[in-house]
């Protein structure tokens, strides 16, 4: 089988590593890989080593959806049983999936598209998840929620619509006393710091920061002096951020790195995992790779993260930019230390049995399989 991937998209998120590893996990069981995105993209550039085709083309200029472009998708569209697509934000009226439809339906190929979303966006059009019903398509949702939202507003018949968790690597998100001594090299903090909260994503608006950073204020200032925040990524408010943190006086106790693809560092070095979005949230692979390395995580009540944050078993949600609960779900899961240790075990134990990414990919792999049989 040839499994395809669109990534219409220059950024280097988690997504964008899921799909890295996706295409290597798929290769090494022994199937075909076709890579379709922007030239220089970060995708591109971490899948050099691969035995894929890979089809590249202008970020800028495929909004125009000139002959070229349709060219370029065609041939890669072509190469592929089925073709996952990442929901992707519009831009200037074109997007990703309907695209590939469109170039599916005048070639008139067997291609099955798989637009793939984690995220409810209440404004992206139903056709962003089912572009063509003329062509072989339906919709994976790594999310229950986001199955049940699919089928519940945008009346996709449920039989379009799959529900496969892309899960986390489990043996490489496991602590160990060797990484843990590379995390202190990495990440220097007092020593007296605790607990040492960590964040992990874009710092874009959405993600919420500032109402992290007032509950912060807010711990600072009363039960847990020692606080600090670890804040590991890039984005467009990063400067933004920082001005923040020096306005609430928060320099000695909120750290800024640079994004990593090695996270699993980030988790060995702090305590609470801390997801603050405002919107915009499907599954968080970060939240089950902290959950994997024995981290407990207080996070947003968004999308489909109840599915994984159990109240009081691996961590706390919260109301969406609620300064003052956050802080009182902090200080909540560190001051009960007993209870922090059971949530560390139980985050593990559920990630390791619900969530394994390499038993998520033979699901993936098998879907794939029932979806070109029928066809």
Avoid at 34 to 44: F, I, K, M, R
Avoid at 248 to 276: C, G, K, M, Q, W
């Amino acid at each position: 089988m040839n499994i395809g991937f669109i990534e219409d998209t220059h950024l280097h998120g988690g997504t964008q590593i899921w799909v890295t590893e996706a295409m290597r996990a798929f290769q090494d069981r022994g199937q075909e890989l076709t890579l379709l995105a922007p030239e220089d993209s970060w995708v591109v550039k971490q899948t050099q080593d691969l035995n894929a085709s890979t089809f590249t083309y202008d970020w800028d200029a495929v909004v125009n959806e000139q002959p070229e472009h349709i060219e370029v998708w065609t041939k890669a569209l072509d190469n592929c049983d089925v073709a996952i697509c990442t929901v992707h934000p519009p831009r200037e009226g074109f997007h990703c999936s309907v695209f590939a439809a469109r170039c599916i339906r005048e070639a008139n190929l067997s291609t099955h598209l798989i637009p793939k979303t984690g995220t409810i966006v209440p404004e992206y059009l139903r056709e962003f998840y089912r572009p063509d019903e003329n062509i072989n398509s339906s919709v994976i949702a790594i999310a229950d929620f986001t199955r049940q939202y699919l089928i519940d507003h945008y009346k996709i018949p449920e039989e379009f619509v799959a529900l496969v968790y892309q899960g986390v690597d489990v043996d490489r998100f496991t602590p160990s006393e060797a990484s843990h001594v590379e995390a202190l090299k990495r990440y220097p903090l007092p020593k007296d710091a605790a607990p040492i909260l960590g964040s992990i994503g874009s710092l874009e608006h959405r993600k919420g920061h500032p109402v992290l950073f007032e509950a912060i204020a807010e711990l600072v200032k009363g039960p847990l002096p020692n606080i600090h925040l670890m804040l590991a990524g890039d984005g467009p408010d990063e400067e933004k951020l920082e001005q923040q943190v020096h306005d609430l006086e928060l320099d000695d106790h909120i750290h800024f790195f640079p994004f990593t693809s090695e996270p699993n560092y980030v988790f060995e070095r702090i305590d609470i995992a801390v997801l603050p979005s405002i919107y915009k949230e499907g599954l968080p692979n970060v939240l089950q790779e902290a959950m994997a390395m024995h981290v407990p995580v207080v996070s947003s009540n968004l999308g489909g993260v109840p599915e994984i944050v159990i109240e009081g078993q691996t961590g706390y949600a919260v109301e969406p930019g609620d300064s003052q609960a956050l802080a009182a779900a902090i200080q909540k899961l560190w001051e009960d230390q007993e209870a922090y240790k059971r949530m560390q075990q139980a985050s593990r134990r559920l990630i390791a049995e619900n969530f394994d990414k390499q038993k998520q990919f033979d699901a993936f792999l098998e879907h794939f399989q029932k979806l070109t049989s029928r066809q």
